[in-house]
């Protein structure tokens, strides 16, 4: 699950509390900033393509 964005900026853990951060708070693309870590718009953008393919399954 380690990620190349931005790996030697934070260690595993506080990788792991970001994602966590990301999914928990989890906004559509239009409503994100900017300034969030590339982490945190790097698993939003996972969970848009999640959520894109559940409503093509669904």
Do not use: Q
Not at 13 to 42: M, S, T
């Amino acid at each position: 699950m380690v990620s190349s964005v931005m790996r030697t900026d934070v260690d595993f853990i506080e990788e792991l509390r970001l994602r966590r951060w990301a999914r928990e708070n989890y906004v559509p693309a239009d409503e994100r900033e900017a300034a969030w870590h590339p982490i945190i718009l790097e698993e939003m953008r996972r969970k848009d393509g999640e959520v894109s393919e559940a409503v093509l399954v669904g």
